[in-house]
């Protein structure tokens, strides 16, 4: 809300802001994030909602001037809001990754990121606080990544979930990002990464080493397993969600996407992620 308050002063307040061009301001923004996830204190993006459809905003003058990682600002975080939050922080870490936007630079932030959140993960969880300044971190370099990188996929598909089933967004992307990762594994031959398959199979590696695993799907089961532990309730869903859901997703985001998604995969996918028992 910050970011877009910034964003948006000194524009024609008589206009939709979202139809209008964005003109940079001098204003002064210093971030404090309050929850270890989304690492918006150091991106270019934010969210509002429009006529109740979720808005992705996306500007180099909103980036914050300066951000304070305070992790005292945890001590009191719900439950569910840690929980929805961490793993919004590990899918961008895997998100960016992959992404066919990805750098050297990016996935060292990545890589890092999702290290650290699978390390600290079960004692964050546990209310050990030595470990909210780790998570805030790991959050924070997650989002540096997705400032380069973008999200795929994941976020994609993930969007329409929060509204429907209202439900947190790091819940949501993390229940699409579960099956969608073994299905790329499984078809790297729909590659579209301009890198090629060898690449994405070596970024798959990179990925497994990050999370301390000895394969790409031995990674996927372990986010899987992640996942299934924190015991986050299943959506309750009905047949006709699901052209809703593929009708959702944002093709422009599919391009971040290093496979290939046609109309059918996707209605596939949403199928295996809302019919499963979680």
Known sequence: MAKCVKLYSNMNLDRNFLQQEIVPNDIKLLAIPTTAGTGSESTRFAVIYYNGEKQSIT??????????LDASVLKTLP??????????????????????????????????AVKIICETLD?????DEKYNGSML?????????????QTTAGHAMCYKMTSLYGITHGHAAALC???????????MDKCIDPRGREH???????????????????????FQDMFNDMRLRK????????????????PVRLKNNPVHLTA????????????EEV
């Open 235 to 250: 959506p309750m869903w009905e047949e006709k969600d699901i052209e809703v859901l593929s009708e959702s997703v944002n």
């Open 59 to 68: 500007h180099e003058s909103c980036i914050p001037d300066g951000y304070m």
């Open 137 to 149: 971190y790991a959050a924070n370099l997650a989002g540096k990544a997705i400032n380069i990188a």
């Open 200 to 222: 994405l199979s070596k970024i798959f590696s990179e990925i497994a080493d990050a999370m301390d695993c000895a394969t790409a799907i031995d990674a996927a089961k372990k």
């Open 123 to 127: 004692s964050y969880l546990a209310n």
């Open 177 to 187: 990002i579960r099956k969608l990762w073994p299905f790329m594994i499984k078809n």
């Open 79 to 112: 439950d569910y809001q840690k929980k929805s939050a961490a793993l919004d922080a590990l899918c961008h870490g895997i998100e960016s990754f992959w992404s066919v936007n990805s750098t050297e630079e990016s996935r060292k932030y990545s890589s890092e």
């Open 264 to 275: 059918d995969i996707i209605e596939g996918l949403y199928r295996q992620i809302l019919r």
